[in-house]
């Protein structure tokens, strides 16, 4: 069964930081690149950052210019998990964050989203 789990969202103040996490099973996770999405409300779902499933592929990583020099995505293959590190937060930041997976074939799977809300 494929699973995606998210988790690390939460509340926190501008300027702040959040580490989110993406646990995958249920497929060979080195062989998916691993994306982050992020819907606000009233808005469409986009794309945050992506990461390939090997570093041969010099499109990735590649961000979202919104969050450009402030988040980073990476992975850890021995763990079947994603990272999102997320520094100097803004309010503007505040979505549900989603990870995806998706091979080179038809497979396409998403998790089931963290919160994330920056507020003072």
């Known amino acids: 069964q494929v699973q995606l789990v998210e988790s690390g969202g939460g509340l926190v103040q501008p300027g702040g930081s959040l580490r989110l996490s993406c646990a995958a099973s249920?497929?060979?996770?080195?062989?998916?690149?691993m994306m982050w999405y992020r819907q606000a409300p009233g808005k469409e779902r986009e794309l945050v950052a992506g990461i390939s499933s090997t570093h041969r592929n010099t499109n990735y990583p590649n961000y979202a210019d919104s969050v450009k020099g402030r988040f980073t995505i990476s992975r850890d293959n021995a763990k079947n998990t994603v990272y999102l590190q997320m520094n100097r937060l803004k309010p503007e930041d505040t979505a549900v964050y989603y990870c995806r997976a998706q091979s080179l074939g038809p497979e396409d799977y998403w998790g089931q989203g963290t919160q994330v809300t920056v507020s003072s």
């Open positions: 249920g497929f060979t996770f080195s062989n998916y690149a």
